[in-house]
């Protein structure tokens, strides 16, 4: 089986390397399974290897599902669980027992986006201080700070990673969007 050991550690989550710079620390042992059978790779056999593995087992992520904040618009979920990381799809903020906006205004939106967020990270197991990572959409990136003050108040320090982009259009033409992640 022909894999790139970058893209093993991209995905892994791990430095990338050379495999000659592995070679010499440690020989490197990688396995990929598909269903039932397994395809390993052993450049030098040794007692010491590093070793990557891949699973294609869906029982190993596990969706998550609250009727508290509004139901997913398309074929997605509201978040996924797997392991002890979360992963929440982007919210908006929609009242969710009407599925209509809060209001027009960015600052009752973001209220309202993280209030849903609350909700899912809460069905999840987790919380507002087990967010690692945050991506905000803004439909206009003038609103950048006003987003800032009612962010601060859901966050405790030390704050989650966060990246902020404005983009051509969010779902239903909302002002905001934010995902997540959080680790249990």
Do not use: W
Not at 40 to 61: I, M, W
Not at 122 to 134: D, E, H, I, L, N
């Amino acid at each position: 089986m022909a894999f790139s050991v970058s893209a093993v550690a991209i995905s892994s989550n791990l430095p990338a390397t050379t495999v000659a710079a592995l070679r010499h620390r440690a020989p490197i042992a990688a396995s990929h399974t598909f269903g039932r059978s397994s395809v390993s790779y052993h450049p030098l056999r040794s007692n010491r290897f590093a070793c990557f593995a891949v699973s294609t087992d869906a029982s190993l992520k596990e969706a998550v599902k609250t009727d508290k904040a509004p139901a997913a618009l398309g074929p997605y979920s509201q978040a996924i669980k797997t392991g002890n990381t979360v992963y929440l799809s982007g919210v908006l903020g929609l009242i969710p027992e009407t599925g209509k906006f809060v209001s027009d205004s960015v600052e009752e939106q973001t209220e309202q986006v993280l209030k849903n967020m609350g909700e899912i990270l809460k069905a999840s197991g987790a919380s507002y201080s087990s967010v690692v990572k945050t991506t905000i959409m803004l439909a206009d990136l003038k609103d950048f700070k006003k987003v800032n003050e009612i962010y601060a108040k859901y966050f405790p320090a030390p704050a989650p990673a966060r990246s902020t982009y404005q983009v051509a259009a969010l779902p239903l033409d909302a002002k905001i969007e934010i995902e997540c992640i959080a680790v249990l």
